[in-house]
């Protein structure tokens, strides 16, 4: 054997002898760094704290719920802190304090809790504005058995005459800002602004009483926007939204109900849930209902509130019409998740496209702001008086013919 080849026979020998262990420490130490955690951000709401970790790609986690004291760890496989990472800042919501350290082949983040929570996790998709994100959801109150959400309790209105409840969601919110205009406008806040001036105007309408589903800059999921206009009863839900699109020059508001492919989608998942279903806002149960039954019980309630969703949103849309541009003349029907209560008429207003240079700078404007608002609530009002339900204070006002223009200044409101 030439010594040429004596020498390369060697080394590959000894590679040969190399444990296996040492090749799989040696390929983890290379992925250690394939994932950075950015950023973390926190978003506390009424009803729980949103934590966002910003990462440079996919990565597996877990996450542990601890006690004594009230912690939850959370483990990042082959993750490390990137390069000028900032922390949250301490005492947002239920997070006392945000602890992180690497930990073997994984990054440790220890959330110190000030009280029990639920917590859930999952990865985010990347998005136009965002990279991967690892979202924990910390959330007030126990589980369920079987980790089931609790249904929501719905307190009965009394028999006599009552005020009409409108459930107004801005749409967005903590770390989902929306659209954002050219300028930097974010639509979360413009729509939070018109929403808080839509609630004033109909709290002071006699007979109207509006539920926020956020008060202030934080997240709720879909979902649990409807859970809370149905929590509070609500007679109907407006949800404002401002839109956006690649073609800055496309101007106008539109209107929005539930088309009829979701309202057959939500119906499905009514059914096939209603063991853990809250009962319909009007009283009746569906989980002690055989198939039919129930389908046909469903199907009656989700008919009488597509009906009124859209009648109640032709009224909005005339109203919007007299305050600016409509870039759509006739309700438009969509599968947007928060319209789809099977008993709570409910539609979406999109005010204005934020991609407009021109829009994005009247959305900012607070007297626009009120201006598009009081279309809003004209348009509510308007459908009310047309359609009253019986038992409501509107109902009595309604048959007393009270004076348009009398309601018009009880119904007054700032900026308008």
């Known amino acids: 054997m030439r010594p040429c080849s004596y020498r390369v026979a060697v080394l590959l020998t000894l590679v040969a002898l190399i444990p296996v262990a040492t090749l799989a420490r040696g390929h983890a130490a290379v992925t250690k760094a394939a994932v950075s955690v950015r950023a973390v951000r926190l978003w506390a709401g009424p009803d729980g704290t949103r934590v966002v970790l910003d990462l440079s790609g996919r990565a597996s986690h877990s996450l542990q719920l601890l006690k004594n004291p009230d912690r939850v760890v959370l483990d990042i496989?082959?993750?490390?802190?990137?390069?000028?990472?900032?922390?949250?800042?301490?005492?947002?919501?239920?997070?006392?304090?945000?602890?992180?350290a690497r930990r073997g082949g994984e990054l440790r983040i220890v959330l110190d809790l000030d009280r029990?929570?639920?917590?859930?996790?999952f990865l985010a998709a990347p998005n136009d504005r965002y990279g991967y994100r690892l979202v924990v959801d910390l959330s007030d109150g126990v589980a369920t058995a079987g980790g089931a959400e609790m249904p929501v309790k719905v307190v009965h209105a009394r028999p006599d005459a009552r005020d009409l409840i409108i459930a107004v969601d801005a749409g967005h919110g903590g770390e989902d800002p929306g659209a954002i205009g050219k300028g930097g406008t974010r639509e979360k806040d413009v729509v939070l602004a018109i929403a808080k001036e839509l609630a004033q105007r109909i709290d002071a309408e006699p007979g109207m009483k509006a539920v926020l589903t956020r008060s202030g800059d934080y997240f709720v999921t879909l979902r649990d926007r409807m859970r809370r206009a149905r929590a509070d009863q609500a007679d109907l839900f407006v949800s404002i939204h401002a839109d956006s699109i690649r073609d800055r020059r496309v101007d106008g508001s539109s209107v929005y109900i539930l088309s009829p492919r979701g309202a057959s989608d939500e119906a499905s998942r009514?059914?096939?849930e209603r063991e853990n279903a809250s009962d319909l806002i009007g009283g009746v149960s569906l989980d002690d209902k055989d198939d039919v039954l129930a389908s046909v019980l469903l199907d009656l309630s989700q008919s009488a509130s597509l009906s009124a969703s859209e009648v109640a949103a032709q009224h909005v849309l005339r109203q919007l019409n007299q305050v600016g541009e409509i870039r759509k003349h006739q309700v438009q029907q969509a599968r947007f998740v928060v319209l789809k209560s099977p008993d709570i008429p409910s539609m979406l207003v999109e005010t204005a496209y934020i991609s407009n240079p021109g829009e994005e700078q009247r959305l900012r404007a607070q007297a626009h702001q009120a201006r598009l608002a009081a279309a809003i609530h004209h348009g509510v009002r308007d459908y009310f008086y047309a359609n009253p339900p019986a038992g409501t204070r509107i109902a009595q006002l309604a048959t007393a013919a009270v004076p348009r223009a009398v309601m018009a200044t009880a119904a007054g409101g700032s900026g308008g």
């Open 77 to 100: 496989d082959g993750a490390a802190l990137g390069g000028g990472v900032h922390g949250a800042k301490a005492g947002s919501g239920a997070v006392k304090q945000v602890r992180m």
């Open 116 to 121: 029990p929570v639920r917590a859930k996790s």
């Open 270 to 272: 009514w059914l096939a």
